[in-house]
């Protein structure tokens, strides 16, 4: 589903090419659950967003669903994004102004869904989360926890095939952290999305399938479960 | 999706309520500014169009050319009414009359008496301009001379609600004319105003003067208009009727007379002629004030741009994190641009309630009548169109510059705001303040120009003196007038002259003078016949000579000059020296020099002077004596010209009144000017106030440090305004010779007129600088005395 060949990402510092990403290649293929792990400043982040192609690679080749992505213009590949991906952050970056139900809703507005699916659809995702009675609140009445869980109803919404996690958990607790990687799990198991998941815990990287050790922007190691 | 970005913009803007108040305020201020001027722009430009055929219609003008000068008149002679009605195709009406409007007379009711302004003209007048009637009919008004139409208002006060038609009005005490039509009363945005016609032929029967007047080509005392053909145009009526005066009149052909046309659409704002061409006038006003609506809308705009980018950090993350939920940048523009366009839609809703009580006073300071047509669905269409202009203006930079962030900086947080964006904010500023600091200079010239030419000395003293019109009676009875105003105690002074003190009425040409070389052409000279005790009166001090004898009989001969007239001619020794003019059949002698006063305009030169002694004249004056009351005063001299002149009405004006007159038009500019140059320094200084918070509160970690490090309150406030205070001193430094540029223009239009010094510009520079530090100083003494624990603590 996936194909990175090669993928080099630096930034210029004082006329040095200081590698972040450094000739990295990865395949993966829909129905993993792949967790990164790797001392901070490896590059995890980088290549999480390189993934969700909200970062460009300096160099190398991205497929995606069996699209050329290096060779895409900005706007078909925002509509790949919006067909494909889901994004979670460790910060949940919630939109303040707006309620519960209206964060949920954001993304099926940005893909042009009608109103009457709109609802039904957020309405399902609130009920499958647990978080109906939250729905009118705004996200600083929520707690992190709860945060999370709306910035993954939200990520999830659009129903995605492949959801990019960026240390979900990171912020929680670990009885937080643990719920959300059920679920995860089950997202993966029952409804087949593909996830690729940035931790710094070892438990919650045990929960996927595969693991890879990133170090100074390349795979140290890749090991299967 | 719409919805949706305008339920984000409503909740921002609560969220922000500072933010949001000083944005809606200044909108609303800056939209109220462009939205007043715009409605008296479109004011003036109705003048004279609400007549169904206006585009037709002309006056016809006369210009000349001569040695020294060029000019162009309305005054024309009578034949030349008849020759355009005969002979040239084309012309569907003409109409001859006198100045229709300033031809004051008396309207007798019974006990009801009515000074007012009229005129008489031919018939077609009414066929021209198709007053509407109300009653009686533009075919059959005018077909008695004895006839005299008025409008509503007038009718209301001479008959109450009776009926008026065919009721008789007495007309100066002499005639009796019948009323055989009632117009509506004319709409203020029309130059020609008056309260009653009488018929031309009415004119011509009555007054002595007139009965040679339709034969003599020499004699240019009247006005005249046309109508044209549907479908022809003046440029093809032009060339027909150039030379007509010049083929008809043998006299008139040294000043080189040609015939032009004046359309209707131009009387209003095109009033001022160069070489026979209407090429400005009032429109010059209205471009001026129209750039400065637009630039202090523009100031609003800008405050709206800098406050939203300024507040860029905090929206960056909602950028970031809409991107990365699949938003794409149009989207986001869009949601901006939304955002904008409801807070300009809220600020417009101000501006209308702002407009709507500015009206009144805006109304009293121009004379208008202006009011916001909230009947009429352009005016809404309109106001939708400028709240869309406004909105997608002030909110296009902001959207595109938010929806450039690149959401993976702004989400890791490592986001700041660099110099990138705060180099075109300051730009802004910069051009805010050097608008702002631009209108306030210009303000302070207009007033500094007013000031000097009301302090030029006059020539004549206007304490106390008084002008009413010699009507009816009054020519028959001034000795005994005199003689009872005097002995009444109240009255210092009194004399009779041809011109009002403010005014020269007629002009002569001084055609032979001692010295005087072959081909030098004739002055044009200004002339006033004048009562004995003339000079006295006005307090004109002569310079040589002496005054009129007290037997306007011995004098019959003789002429006093003023000083520009001795200068003009060059004449050494002017006492007793003869001079020929087209006043007296023979030669007269100069028996005295007046010192120069101020008749005519306050910024032109004293124009050479001739003065007569003659009986009658147009104009009584008198000056009250000294520590009088003068409502009591006048009730008495009222008393006194009811006695001499019981026909008419006591109208008097005071001289002093009548001067200030004369700066009616640089008042206004300079106190439109002034209004707008505060709106837009308060608008400005609306958008620093904001920055400046906004600076501060973006610094607080930095100030709350350094105050922990010993930074002193003068510290940070000398922190926080240095960079302000630069901005503004650069908007000075811009402002001053672009101002100057412009000032330097407009002065040109004086003859006497001030320079421009380099006080002005210190002046307002200091005056802006003390404004934006007062602004400022709020946030950063506030910044200041934050406990510094307190904003370390919240980190
Ligand atoms: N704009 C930038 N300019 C220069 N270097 C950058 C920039 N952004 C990131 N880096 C560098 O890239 C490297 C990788 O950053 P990245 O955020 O991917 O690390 P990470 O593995 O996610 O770390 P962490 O576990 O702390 O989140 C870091 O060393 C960082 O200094
Ligand atoms: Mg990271």
Redesign the interface.
């Given at each position: 589903m996936l194909s990175l060949q090669h993928i080099s990402k630096y930034y210029q510092v004082s006329g040095l090419k200081n590698y972040v990403l450094n000739d990295l290649s990865l395949e993966v293929d829909e129905g993993e659950f792949i967790s990164i792990m790797g001392p901070s400043g490896s590059g995890k982040s980088t290549l999480l967003n390189v993934i969700g192609m909200l970062d460009d690679p300096s160099d190398g080749y991205h497929y995606f669903a069996g699209h050329a992505v290096h060779q895409l213009k900005e706007k078909q590949r925002s509509a790949l994004y919006k067909q494909y991906i889901g994004f979670v952050f460790q910060a949940y970056h919630l939109i303040d102004e707006l309620t519960v139900y209206e964060n949920i809703e954001t993304p099926l507005i940005y893909q042009d869904f009608k109103s009457s699916e709109r609802k039904a659809m957020v309405a399902d995702i609130l009920d499958k989360f647990n978080i109906v009675g939250k729905k009118d609140l705004f996200p600083a009445q929520l707690s992190g926890g709860q945060q999370q869980l709306v910035g993954i109803a939200r990520a999830l919404i659009a129903k995605p095939k492949m959801l990019l996690a960026d240390e979900p958990t990171g912020n929680l607790n670990s009885k937080q952290g643990e719920e959300i990687m059920e679920l995860f799990r089950k997202l993966n198991r029952e409804d087949k999305v593909t996830i690729i998941q940035v931790t710094h815990s070892e438990k919650n990287a045990e929960y996927g399938t595969r693991i890879i050790n990133l170090l100074d922007g390349k795979i140290a190691s890749s090991k299967k479960l | 999706?719409i919805k949706?970005y305008l339920?984000?913009a409503w909740?921002?803007i609560l969220?922000n309520k500072v933010y949001s108040a000083i944005n809606i305020l200044g909108l609303a201020a800056g939209m109220a500014v462009a939205l007043i001027i715009g409605l008296w722009v479109i004011n003036e430009f109705s003048y004279d169009k609400f007549l169904p055929n206006y585009k037709q219609l002309y006056q016809v003008n006369l210009h000349f050319t001569t040695q020294r000068e060029e000019h162009t008149q309305t005054a024309l002679a009578i034949p030349l009414a008849e020759v355009l009605r005969k002979e040239i195709p084309g012309i569907k009406y003409v109409a001859e009359t006198d100045w229709v409007g300033w031809q004051y007379h008396d309207l007798l009711v019974g006990t009801k008496k009515l000074y007012v302004g009229g005129g008489a003209a031919h018939p077609d007048f009414l066929k021209i301009f198709e007053y509407p009637f109300v009653k009686g009919s533009a075919k059959d008004a005018f077909k008695d001379p004895y006839s005299i139409i008025l409008d509503q208002a007038t009718a209301t006060a001479l008959f109450g609600n009776a009926d008026p038609m065919n009721k008789i009005i007495r007309f100066d005490n002499q005639q009796n004319l019948k009323v055989t039509g009632i117009i509506k009363d004319i709409p203020k945005n029309a130059t020609k105003q008056f309260s009653f016609l009488t018929p031309f032929a009415f004119k011509e029967q009555t007054e002595g003067w007139m009965k040679s007047a339709r034969t003599t080509w020499t004699n240019n005392s009247f006005n005249m208009y046309i109508e044209l053909q549907p479908g022809v145009t003046a440029e093809q009526i032009a060339p027909k009727i150039k030379n007509l005066v010049y083929q008809h009149s043998v006299q008139m052909r040294p000043a080189k007379p040609e015939v032009i046309l004046h359309a209707m659409m131009d009387w209003h704002l095109y009033s001022d002629f160069k070489m026979g061409k209407p090429v400005g006038g009032f429109i010059d006003y209205v471009r001026m004030f129209s750039i400065i609506g637009i630039l202090v809308l523009l100031i609003a705009c800008i405050n709206f741009m800098n406050l939203s980018t300024a507040r860029s950090e905090k929206r960056a993350?909602?950028v970031?994190?809409?991107?990365?939920?699949?938003?794409?940048?149009s989207?986001l523009i869009a949601q901006f641009l939304a955002e904008s366009v409801l807070i300009t839609f809220i600020a417009s809703l101000f501006s209308i309630v702002f407009v709507q009580l500015a009206l009144p006073s805006f109304n009293t300071v121009i004379g208008s009548s202006i009011a916001i047509p909230f009947a009429n669905p352009l005016f809404w269409i309109g106001m939708l169109l400028y709240v869309l202009f406004t909105g997608l203006l002030a909110g296009s930079r902001p959207a595109f510059y938010l929806s450039s962030f690149n959401?993976?900086t702004v989400?890791?947080?490592t986001f700041k705001v660099g110099k990138a964006a705060s180099l075109p904010r300051k730009v802004l500023v910069v051009l805010q303040f050097s608008c702002s600091i631009a209108l306030i200079i210009s303000t302070v010239i207009v007033y500094q120009q007013i000031q000097y030419a009301k302090s030029r000395p006059t020539g004549y003293s206007s304490e106390r003196l008084m002008v009413t019109d010699m009507s009816g009676d009054l020519a028959n009875n001034y000795d005994a007038l005199k003689n009872s105003l005097i002995s009444s105690g109240v009255v210092e002074s009194v004399a009779a002259a041809s011109s009002p003190v403010t005014n020269i009425y007629s002009h002569m040409s001084l055609d032979k003078w001692p010295g005087k070389a072959a081909d030098e052409e004739s002055v044009n000279i200004g002339a006033i016949f004048v009562s004995d005790n003339y000079f006295k009166t006005l307090g004109m001090t002569l310079k040589e000579g002496h005054d009129f004898s007290s037997k306007w009989s011995d004098d019959t001969t003789s002429v006093i000059l003023n000083e520009a007239a001795i200068k003009r001619i060059g004449l050494k020794d002017p006492i007793n020296k003869l001079v020929t003019w087209n006043g007296s059949s023979g030669p007269v002698r100069i028996i005295g020099v007046v010192k120069d006063a101020l008749m005519e305009s306050p910024f032109t030169p004293v124009a050479p002077a001739i003065f007569s002694h003659g009986r009658g004249g147009n104009n009584v004056m008198y000056r009250l004596a000294p520590n009088v009351n003068t409502q009591d005063a006048i009730k008495k001299i009222n008393k006194i010209f009811d006695t001499y002149n019981p026909a008419y009405p006591y109208i008097y004006q005071f001289v002093d009144d009548e001067y200030n007159h004369k700066f009616n038009l640089e008042v206004l500019v300079g106190k439109l000017a002034g209004v707008f140059a505060g709106l837009a320094i308060f608008i400005s200084c609306l958008g620093l106030f904001g920055l400046a918070a906004y600076v501060a509160e973006q610094r607080t970690k930095e100030i709350g440090i350094r105050k922990v490090l010993g930074a002193t309150i003068a510290n940070v406030w000398l922190l926080l305004s240095r960079d302000f205070i630069l901005l503004v001193l650069i908007s000075c430094i811009i402002a001053s010779p672009v101002a100057f540029y412009f000032l330097q223009g407009w002065l040109q239009k004086y003859d006497y007129r001030i320079s421009i010094g380099p006080g002005v510009f210190l002046l307002s520079a200091l005056v802006a600088i003390i404004i934006t530090m007062i602004t400022i100083s709020f946030q950063a003494i506030k910044a200041a005395l934050t406990n510094p624990v307190k904003s370390l603590r919240s980190e």
């Amino acid at each position: 589903m996936l194909s990175l060949q090669h993928i080099s990402k630096y930034y210029q510092v004082s006329g040095l090419k200081n590698y972040v990403l450094n000739d990295l290649s990865l395949e993966v293929d829909e129905g993993e659950f792949i967790s990164i792990m790797g001392p901070s400043g490896s590059g995890k982040s980088t290549l999480l967003n390189v993934i969700g192609m909200l970062d460009d690679p300096s160099d190398g080749y991205h497929y995606f669903a069996g699209h050329a992505v290096h060779q895409l213009k900005e706007k078909q590949r925002s509509a790949l994004y919006k067909q494909y991906i889901g994004f979670v952050f460790q910060a949940y970056h919630l939109i303040d102004e707006l309620t519960v139900y209206e964060n949920i809703e954001t993304p099926l507005i940005y893909q042009d869904f009608k109103s009457s699916e709109r609802k039904a659809m957020v309405a399902d995702i609130l009920d499958k989360f647990n978080i109906v009675g939250k729905k009118d609140l705004f996200p600083a009445q929520l707690s992190g926890g709860q945060q999370q869980l709306v910035g993954i109803a939200r990520a999830l919404i659009a129903k995605p095939k492949m959801l990019l996690a960026d240390e979900p958990t990171g912020n929680l607790n670990s009885k937080q952290g643990e719920e959300i990687m059920e679920l995860f799990r089950k997202l993966n198991r029952e409804d087949k999305v593909t996830i690729i998941q940035v931790t710094h815990s070892e438990k919650n990287a045990e929960y996927g399938t595969r693991i890879i050790n990133l170090l100074d922007g390349k795979i140290a190691s890749s090991k299967k479960l | 999706m719409i919805k949706n970005y305008l339920k984000i913009a409503w909740r921002n803007i609560l969220h922000n309520k500072v933010y949001s108040a000083i944005n809606i305020l200044g909108l609303a201020a800056g939209m109220a500014v462009a939205l007043i001027i715009g409605l008296w722009v479109i004011n003036e430009f109705s003048y004279d169009k609400f007549l169904p055929n206006y585009k037709q219609l002309y006056q016809v003008n006369l210009h000349f050319t001569t040695q020294r000068e060029e000019h162009t008149q309305t005054a024309l002679a009578i034949p030349l009414a008849e020759v355009l009605r005969k002979e040239i195709p084309g012309i569907k009406y003409v109409a001859e009359t006198d100045w229709v409007g300033w031809q004051y007379h008396d309207l007798l009711v019974g006990t009801k008496k009515l000074y007012v302004g009229g005129g008489a003209a031919h018939p077609d007048f009414l066929k021209i301009f198709e007053y509407p009637f109300v009653k009686g009919s533009a075919k059959d008004a005018f077909k008695d001379p004895y006839s005299i139409i008025l409008d509503q208002a007038t009718a209301t006060a001479l008959f109450g609600n009776a009926d008026p038609m065919n009721k008789i009005i007495r007309f100066d005490n002499q005639q009796n004319l019948k009323v055989t039509g009632i117009i509506k009363d004319i709409p203020k945005n029309a130059t020609k105003q008056f309260s009653f016609l009488t018929p031309f032929a009415f004119k011509e029967q009555t007054e002595g003067w007139m009965k040679s007047a339709r034969t003599t080509w020499t004699n240019n005392s009247f006005n005249m208009y046309i109508e044209l053909q549907p479908g022809v145009t003046a440029e093809q009526i032009a060339p027909k009727i150039k030379n007509l005066v010049y083929q008809h009149s043998v006299q008139m052909r040294p000043a080189k007379p040609e015939v032009i046309l004046h359309a209707m659409m131009d009387w209003h704002l095109y009033s001022d002629f160069k070489m026979g061409k209407p090429v400005g006038g009032f429109i010059d006003y209205v471009r001026m004030f129209s750039i400065i609506g637009i630039l202090v809308l523009l100031i609003a705009c800008i405050n709206f741009m800098n406050l939203s980018t300024a507040r860029s950090e905090k929206r960056a993350r909602e950028v970031g994190v809409r991107k990365a939920i699949g938003s794409q940048r149009s989207d986001l523009i869009a949601q901006f641009l939304a955002e904008s366009v409801l807070i300009t839609f809220i600020a417009s809703l101000f501006s209308i309630v702002f407009v709507q009580l500015a009206l009144p006073s805006f109304n009293t300071v121009i004379g208008s009548s202006i009011a916001i047509p909230f009947a009429n669905p352009l005016f809404w269409i309109g106001m939708l169109l400028y709240v869309l202009f406004t909105g997608l203006l002030a909110g296009s930079r902001p959207a595109f510059y938010l929806s450039s962030f690149n959401p993976v900086t702004v989400l890791k947080g490592t986001f700041k705001v660099g110099k990138a964006a705060s180099l075109p904010r300051k730009v802004l500023v910069v051009l805010q303040f050097s608008c702002s600091i631009a209108l306030i200079i210009s303000t302070v010239i207009v007033y500094q120009q007013i000031q000097y030419a009301k302090s030029r000395p006059t020539g004549y003293s206007s304490e106390r003196l008084m002008v009413t019109d010699m009507s009816g009676d009054l020519a028959n009875n001034y000795d005994a007038l005199k003689n009872s105003l005097i002995s009444s105690g109240v009255v210092e002074s009194v004399a009779a002259a041809s011109s009002p003190v403010t005014n020269i009425y007629s002009h002569m040409s001084l055609d032979k003078w001692p010295g005087k070389a072959a081909d030098e052409e004739s002055v044009n000279i200004g002339a006033i016949f004048v009562s004995d005790n003339y000079f006295k009166t006005l307090g004109m001090t002569l310079k040589e000579g002496h005054d009129f004898s007290s037997k306007w009989s011995d004098d019959t001969t003789s002429v006093i000059l003023n000083e520009a007239a001795i200068k003009r001619i060059g004449l050494k020794d002017p006492i007793n020296k003869l001079v020929t003019w087209n006043g007296s059949s023979g030669p007269v002698r100069i028996i005295g020099v007046v010192k120069d006063a101020l008749m005519e305009s306050p910024f032109t030169p004293v124009a050479p002077a001739i003065f007569s002694h003659g009986r009658g004249g147009n104009n009584v004056m008198y000056r009250l004596a000294p520590n009088v009351n003068t409502q009591d005063a006048i009730k008495k001299i009222n008393k006194i010209f009811d006695t001499y002149n019981p026909a008419y009405p006591y109208i008097y004006q005071f001289v002093d009144d009548e001067y200030n007159h004369k700066f009616n038009l640089e008042v206004l500019v300079g106190k439109l000017a002034g209004v707008f140059a505060g709106l837009a320094i308060f608008i400005s200084c609306l958008g620093l106030f904001g920055l400046a918070a906004y600076v501060a509160e973006q610094r607080t970690k930095e100030i709350g440090i350094r105050k922990v490090l010993g930074a002193t309150i003068a510290n940070v406030w000398l922190l926080l305004s240095r960079d302000f205070i630069l901005l503004v001193l650069i908007s000075c430094i811009i402002a001053s010779p672009v101002a100057f540029y412009f000032l330097q223009g407009w002065l040109q239009k004086y003859d006497y007129r001030i320079s421009i010094g380099p006080g002005v510009f210190l002046l307002s520079a200091l005056v802006a600088i003390i404004i934006t530090m007062i602004t400022i100083s709020f946030q950063a003494i506030k910044a200041a005395l934050t406990n510094p624990v307190k904003s370390l603590r919240s980190e």
